[in-house]
């Protein structure tokens, strides 16, 4: 990269950005790293990185697709320090990314994807960004056990921060059980299985307690300027590490708000 301040990057250079990934993301061809990627001759940061998610969203609303919710990641201390950051970052989830509870999943719209237990909450008010006295948790109606599919459009899987900033945090798919009423699920053990594969966990590995999760995504909706909307899903973050998503079934259990499960298939074959 050479030298050029951010001011100096225009619309037209973060839509550069964007195209190469939804090229990637459409093509299902893996894309090296912008942030080390000499050819790429703007500053490339986490500010320009938020810029370019948004204007990758933007691409595949212009295709049809309604933002429906947003995501968190780096959630977990072991993630956070394998990046070698502490904050968090957000991505935004269209209906297209959408995998119905005991549905099937067409891993031919994927490139090399993963899949990760979590915890949803369901928005039912709009959250005012500009009221410092917001109360998110208040604006939260239900919680619901989820699966994430994450699908880096980067080569191997490997990224900076604001790589995967740009890139909508790989958000790919998510699945979502039954939705309950909102309560607390601070410390819920967390079991997935993928096929003969299983990892367990709890929910206290996000954040210490999901419920965080929402104060720390208020917090970056914020810094970001991401509107957080009525009947938005919230992906909380991951309990566990990521599996590989494969032609199997998966199953996601969380102790007290209950199971989600689809299948992975190839061509779209409910299985
Ligand atoms: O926590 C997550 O949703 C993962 C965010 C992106 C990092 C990755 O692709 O592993
Ligand atoms: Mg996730």
């Known amino acids: 990269m050479t030298d050029s301040s951010a001011t100096q990057t225009t619309d037209l250079d973060v839509d550069l950005l964007a195209a190469r990934l939804d090229a990637a ?11 080390r990627d000499d050819a790429v001759e703007v500053a490339f940061d986490v500010d320009l990185a938020y810029r370019v998610q948004e204007a990758l969203v933007a691409r595949r609303e212009a295709r049809g697709e309604t933002v429906v919710g947003v995501k968190l990641g780096f959630t977990s201390k072991a993630k956070m320090a394998q990046m070698g950051v502490s904050d968090v970052i957000v991505g ?6 959408t995998v ?15 899949v990760e237990p979590e915890v949803a909450y369901l928005l039912s008010r709009d959250v005012d960004l ?14 619901a ?5 994450i699908d880096s459009r980067y080569l191997d899987f490997k990224f900076t921060y604001a790589d995967v900033v740009a890139d909508n945090t790989s958000a790919a798919g998510y699945a979502i059980g039954a939705w309950s009423p909102m309560r607390d ?11 003969d594969d299983e990892v367990t966990g709890t929910t206290a590995a996000i954040l210490g307690d999901p419920k965080e999760a929402l104060s720390a995504l208020l ?12 009947g938005y899903v919230v992906l909380a973050g991951a309990a566990t590490a990521a599996l590989p998503l494969t032609e199997t079934t998966v199953v996601c259990d969380v102790d007290g708000l209950g199971t989600v ?4 298939v190839r061509g779209g074959e409910e299985s």
């Open 261 to 264: 499960r689809f299948t992975g």
């Open 25 to 35: 993301q459409t093509e299902r061809t893996e894309t090296p790293s912008i942030e």
């Open 100 to 114: 119905g509870d005991g549905a099937a999943a067409d891993l031919s719209s994927f490139i090399h994807p993963k």
């Open 219 to 230: 917090d970056m909706c914020r810094r970001r300027r991401i509107p957080l909307k009525a």
């Open 92 to 97: 935004r989830l269209t209906d297209a990314m």
């Open 130 to 143: 500009d009221d410092p006295d917001e109360d998110i948790v208040d604006a939260v109606s239900a919680i």
């Open 185 to 195: 699920a601070p410390d819920a053990a967390v079991t997935m299985r993928v096929g």
């Open 145 to 149: 056990p989820a699966v994430e599919i």
